[in-house]
Nanobody, 123 residues
Framework: QVQLVESGGGLVQVGGSLRLSCSISGGTRSKYTTGWFRQAPGKEREFVAGITMSDYIYYAESVKGRFTISRDMAKNTVYLQMDSLSPEDTAVYYC?????????????????WGRGTQVTVSS
């Protein structure tokens, strides 16, 4: 059973940066399609970025040019580098994996989820 642990969240000022990590363990595959989602209070969970098993990368329009997703195979970790943060980026960030993906931006496409890490951007 795949287990995911997010880390790297915290409090940052407007314009600052954070790097989130998603550590993946327990699965039978060497590589998974991995997505980052976020959920702000009172809002639906939304797709942020994803990387497929073939290393194709997708971003939500709201984060293009500011966020970068990457994978370190040796560490079984997927990262989300977040730059030029704004208060609108404040949310709990979750990573999720799937052994097969149809719609990257759809949360129900993913099979395993982490517990999330809080990102707060203060003005």
């Amino acid at each position: 059973q795949v287990q995911l642990v997010e880390s790297g969240g915290g409090l940052v000022q407007v314009g600052g940066s954070l790097r989130l990590s998603c550590s993946i363990s327990g699965g039978t595959r060497s590589k998974y399609t991995t997505g980052w989602f976020r959920q702000a209070p009172g809002k639906e969970r939304e797709f942020v970025a994803g990387i497929t098993m073939s290393d194709y990368i997708y971003y939500a329009e709201s984060v293009k040019g500011r966020f970068t997703i990457s994978r370190d195979m040796a560490k079984n970790t997927v990262y989300l580098q977040m730059d030029s943060l704004s208060p609108e980026d404040t949310a709990v960030y979750y990573c999720a994996t799937a052994s097969q993906i149809i719609h990257m931006a759809v949360a129900t496409s993913y099979e395993a989820w982490g517990r999330g890490t809080q990102v707060t951007v203060s003005s």
